[in-house]
């Protein structure tokens, strides 16, 4: 199956600081995915971008599926952005595969 | 637009038990997969289905089965538990196979 690395695996962050988690993945995909993880284990949906670039107010996300990986942007954190960050990829075998995630502590 | 709803939200059973975990699907998606995931991990594939055929099976013992009705919900067994079976149990839909995927808020199990 495709491997996904996601990196760094943990994020410490002030406030209004700006990062970027980035998830490397070993083959082709058609499918991938940003997820972030709220307390509670709810996977919410934040990009699907197999390729190209996407914003969605703070967060954008490139994927540069030549290359096989893709960049997660938090610009102007918020302490409501805590939580785990998870890139999964999918190909012809419809499942998801997922990385170990990215554990982000924004602190005030 | 209700989201993709599971039930129970939490399940405490014992070793050697039976349980088995539901999953609503978004209204005109026909696809619903299971994953599950460990304390500290990533989520694992379990299942997938698509019009109420297996599609994709992941890596896991024949103690685990699924099934998708006509109206395309799901449910998922798992039978002879174990202390290792402990985990959330995460159902996703999606409109087909390898289309954008949404999770319900899953299913905490514990097993004692």
């Known amino acids: 199956g495709i491997q996904v690395e996601q990196s760094p695996p943990d994020l410490i962050l002030q406030e209004g600081a700006n990062s970027t988690l980035r998830c490397n993945f070993s083959?082709?995909?058609?499918?991938l995915q940003w997820f972030h993880q709220n307390p509670w284990g709810q996977l919410i949906n934040l990009f699907y971008?197999?390729?190209g670039t996407k914003q969605n107010g703070r967060l954008s996300a490139t994927t540069v599926a030549t290359e096989r990986y893709s960049l997660l942007y938090i610009s102007s954190s918020q302490t409501t952005d805590s939580g785990v960050y998870f890139c999964?990829?999918?190909?012809?075998?419809?499942?998801?595969?997922f990385g170990a995630g990215t554990t982000v502590t924004v602190r005030a | 637009d209700a989201g993709v709803t599971q039930s129970p939200t939490h399940l405490i059973k014992t070793r050697g038990q039976h349980v088995t975990l539901r999953c609503s699907p978004i209204?005109?998606?026909?696809?619903v997969s299971w994953y599950q995931q460990v304390l500290g991990q990533g989520p694992q594939f379990i299942f997938q289905?698509?019009?109420?055929?297996?599609?994709g099976r992941g890596n896991f013992p024949d103690r685990f089965s699924a099934r998708q009705f006509p109206n395309y919900s799901s449910e998922l067994n798992v039978n002879a538990l174990l202390l290792g079976d402990s985990a959330l149990y995460l159902c996703?839909?999606?409109?087909?196979?390898?289309?954008?995927?949404?999770f319900g808020q899953g299913t905490r199990l514990t097993v004692v």
């Open positions: 999964a990829v999918g190909s012809n075998d419809y499942k998801l595969s």
């Open positions: 083959d082709s995909v058609n499918n």
């Open positions: 971008i197999p390729s």
């Open positions: 996703a839909s999606s409109v087909g196979t390898g289309s954008e995927a949404f």
């Open positions: 289905y698509y019009e109420k055929e297996e599609r």
């Open positions: 209204s005109g998606h026909k696809s």
